[in-house]
């Protein structure tokens, strides 16, 4: 995937925002979707499935390694897969753009199987960190080669049969925790994962969908999720719920600009996924949940966001894990409240498409913005309510989040917001500029 030409974007103050508005599909649940219908033994069909950039690296990495995946006209997806343990060697590095997920987790998928593989990426996923995923893959038997620092490019030798593992995570990450859960896939015996802090459990859910023998029980030392190896996966009909992140941009963007009234339609409530309703409900804001129901096996609803005056409040550190793609966009939303907010016990947020704490903090104090930085997180003095200054140039550093946060945020200012580069928006959300003009006209 060759890296687009950046794309510089200006934006001031612009509204109200209404309208009823459809995110695409959960970032996490298409890149899940698509790797266990690879492996499973026939045909599964995907609706819904994000056509971004990072599931577009899933979808050529699996391709890569002996699926057929194809795209209908009307959108749905066919994945013809090669069953657990029919991975083939891929014939060239599996280039994964910008994409975390694909790669942590297709390391974890390729660790079990007797195949080698070479993952690249960009500039922005080659500083980050592998290493919390190389050190369980390797006790079961992987062999993995790292650029420094436990960074990309990195090979990885698959070691078939792997060992199983009992794994306590050291880091909340589903990343990790998934890695280590498609690694036992086809690693005879039971490999187990222990979760001291709950996060996004897609993995879980579906694996159980296609019909893995997978187990979540609670112990003292966190949740105890285990699989058993080597699993035949049956193919499914997955039908992929909207996005709860890409909804939060709308969500802040409609309760921080007066007169806006916006319908989120379709948005995914799984519970680990909902931190940022929780935060800025707590803040004031307007969110009406309607007609909730079930769409693939995860929690549905449709969002009414209404403007509301915020105010400032301390974020409690236990819904991190949650909220942890939101952050960039709640500090926006903290920007606008009354007093100052305090967002603490968000370590990981170092470690994302970018350092979202010292990026965010560079472009919301050229916007204006009063912030002071911690190492695990910010203080943010909000507006009460009048529009930022603007009249700023900042940067998006390769993060899709960072530039649609500061989009939402020139929503709110008196002088424009020139972002350098929104081009990363479509890793994650294509459409996120026509829906804004649609619900901004
Ligand atoms: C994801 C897990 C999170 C999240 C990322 C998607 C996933 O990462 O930030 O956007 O799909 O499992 P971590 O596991 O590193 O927290």
């Known amino acids: ?103 942590r987790l297709l390391m974890g998928l390729v660790a079990s199987h007797g195949i080698t593989a070479t993952f690249t990426g960009d500039a922005s996923l080659s500083s980050r960190p592998m290493g919390r995923v190389i050190e369980p893959l390797s006790q079961m038997g992987a062999d993995i080669t790292a650029s420094p620092g436990g960074r990309l490019p990195l090979m990885v030798r698959g070691m078939n049969p792997a060992v ?26 039971i490999t187990r994962v222990i979760e001291p802090v709950p996060t996004r459990d897609h993995s879980e859910r579906m694996l159980r969908g296609f019909g893995a023998e997978l187990t979540v029980e609670d112990s003292p030392e966190g949740k105890v999720i285990s699989i058993t190896g080597e699993a035949e996966l049956q193919p499914q009909h997955i039908v992929v719920p909207g996005d709860p992140s890409s ?45 909730p129901r079930e769409v693939g096996g995860e929690p549905v609803a449709d969002l009414r966001v209404r403007h509301a005056p915020l105010r400032a409040i301390e974020v409690p550190p236990d819904l991190a894990p949650s909220m942890i793609d939101e952050y960039p966009i709640l500090f926006v939303a903290a920007a606008l409240a009354e007093g100052r907010t305090v967002a603490r016990g968000a370590h ?32 943010i003095t909000g507006s009460a309510g009048r529009p930022l200054a603007g009249n700023a140039q900042v940067a998006s550093k390769l993060d899709h989040r960072i530039a649609m946060s500061m989009v939402v945020a020139g929503l709110a200012s008196a002088a424009a917001i020139s972002i350098d580069d929104v081009a990363p928006v479509s890793t994650s959300y294509p459409d996120f500029f026509q829906t804004l003009d649609a619900l901004a006209e």
């Open 164 to 189: 199983p593992i009992a794994y306590t995570l050291p880091v909340a990450s589903a990343q990790v925790k998934s890695a280590v859960l498609l690694a036992g896939l086809n690693t005879p015996g």
């Open 348 to 379: 990981e947020l170092r470690v994302k498409e970018s350092d979202r704490i010292a990026t965010m903090k560079a472009a919301l104090e050229a916007a204006g913005v009063a912030l002071e930085e911690f190492e695990d997180g910010l203080a």
């Open 247 to 291: 909804a939060g941009f709308w969500m802040v963007a409609a309760s921080i600009v007066p007169g806006s009234e916006v319908t989120i339609e379709n948005v995914c409530m799984n519970p680990t996924r909902t931190g940022l309703v929780t935060a800025l409900r707590m803040m004031g804001a307007d969110i009406a949940q309607l007609n």
């Open 1 to 103: 995937m060759s890296a687009s030409p950046p794309r510089p974007y200006s934006i001031s103050a612009r509204g109200p925002l209404r309208g009823i508005v459809r995110v695409p599909g959960d970032k996490s649940i298409s890149h899940r979707a698509l790797m266990f219908s690879a492996l499973a033994v026939g045909e599964s069909r995907i609706e819904g499935l994000l056509e971004g950039e990072d599931v577009l690296a899933t979808a050529a990495a699996m391709r890569a390694m002996g699926a057929t995946v194809e795209r209908d006209a009307d959108g749905t997806w066919r994945v013809h897969g090669v069953g657990v343990g029919g991975l083939l060697q891929p014939a060239q590095a599996l280039e994964m753009g910008n994409s975390g997920t694909s790669t």
